[in-house]
């Protein structure tokens, strides 16, 4: 079965700090993409990265920065000095090629940053 | 940059009656996508259709649900009869075929059954 776990439902902090995001999935597939959504409270989905299962690298962008751990399953985002705006719900996906081409989301992680 | 266009993006109906939410996806996608989001819970998938028929449909997609291309360019989601649980945000996504370059989202649309 194919599952994404994100243990973490709500988190705070304080602006300028920084702050990770856990998420572990499952999958018995040797190919599959994992992504990173931020739903803002106007509720759209906005697209923050793919990762595909052969590329370990890390990725930086701004002052994101996501960590994919094969051995232990895992694709933790890390936003580093966090903004106000940063405040939202971040939700883990997992894609799995072939059939339908589906995505299976975590439950997502609240993230409050306070001023 | 191309987008999924959802429309309405707010609608409230009383329950039982029929609902139909509409979609554009980008022009040269092949596979289109329904998703719910019940209030404060995760994005589950619902449906996906390729083709011209489904080619894959969860457990909530029930037989109050249907989908329908009806032209070259929209892509909706019709629920017969409504009921106070298929409030929640519902959102298209379309994608090319064999790649994930083109997998968008829409903004959704608001349901809200009274």
Redo the contacts between chains.
């Keep these: 079965a194919q599952k994404v776990t994100q243990a973490q439902t709500e988190i705070s902090v304080v602006e300028k700090e920084d702050v990770t995001l856990d998420c572990v999935y499952e999958t018995r597939d040797t190919t599959y993409y994992l992504f990173w959504y931020k739903q803002p409270p106007s509720g759209e989905l906005v697209f923050l990265i793919r990762r595909n299962s052969f590329d370990e690298q890390n990725e930086i962008s701004g002052r994101y920065s996501w960590n994919f751990q094969k051995s232990t399953s895992s694709f933790n985002f890390t936003i580093t000095a966090s903004q106000v705006v940063d405040s939202a719900v971040y939700f883990c996906a997992l894609f799995l090629r072939g059939g339908s081409e589906k995505l299976v989301f975590g439950k997502g992680t609240k993230l409050t940053v306070n001023p | 940059e191309p987008e999924v266009t959802q429309t309405p993006s707010h609608q409230v109906t009383q329950m039982g009656q029929e609902v139909i939410l509409r979609c554009v996806p980008i022009s040269n996608h092949l ?1 289109f ?1 329904w ?1 719910r989001q019940i209030l404060g ?5 619902l449906v ?1 259709f390729y083709n011209n028929e489904i ?2 449909k969860s457990e909530i997609f029930d037989d109050q649900f249907s989908v329908e291309r009806p032209d070259g360019s929209n892509f909706t989601l019709k629920i017969r009869s409504t009921k106070l649980e298929d409030s929640a ?1 519902y ?1 298209c ?1 379309s ?1 090319e075929f064999g790649s ?1 370059n083109g ?3 829409g ?2 649309t ?1 349901l809200t059954v009274v």
Excluded at chain 2, 41 to 45: A, G, N, R, S
């Design positions: 596979y996508y998703y819970q995760k994005v589950e998938f996906s080619s894959e945000m959102f996504a994608s994930l997998y968008t989202f903004s959704g608001r």
